[in-house]
Nanobody, 115 residues
Framework: QVQLVESGGGLVQPGGSLRLSCAVS????????MGWYRQALGKERELVAH???????YYADFVKGRFTISRDDAKNTLYLQMNSLKPEDTAVYYC?????????WGQGTQVTVSS
């Protein structure tokens, strides 16, 4: 049974930083494409960043230069370092592991950016 457990969300002031973690159980970690998505209240879920094969990385324009996605295969963990946070970054953040034909999502972690 594959499980994704996110952590690291919380309340932060504008300009602050948070690091999200997604611990992945199971043997798919090394073979999968992995990513972070977010969903703000009343909006559709959107892609934030993804990493494929450990070397191909994509960032949405709205986080370029501020967020960094990384993975630690030894710990089976995906990270999202978020710097220079803005109020519009407020959302529930989800990690996703795509190992075709299987598609796994975490439960989400709330990030709130507010003064």
């Amino acid at each position: 049974q594959v499980q994704l457990v996110e952590s690291g969300g919380g309340l932060v002031q504008p300009g602050g930083s948070l690091r999200l973690s997604c611990a992945v159980s199971g043997s798919i970690f090394g073979a999968a494409a992995m990513g972070w998505y977010r969903q703000a209240l009343g909006k559709e879920r959107e892609l934030v960043a993804h990493i494929t094969g450990g070397i191909s990385i994509y960032y949405a324009d709205f986080v370029k230069g501020r967020f960094t996605i990384s993975r630690d295969d030894a710990k089976n963990t995906l990270y999202l370092q978020m710097n220079s946070l803005k109020p519009e970054d407020t959302a529930v953040y989800y990690c996703r592991v795509l190992a075709v034909p299987d598609d796994y999502w975490g439960q989400g972690t709330q990030v709130t950016v507010s003064s």
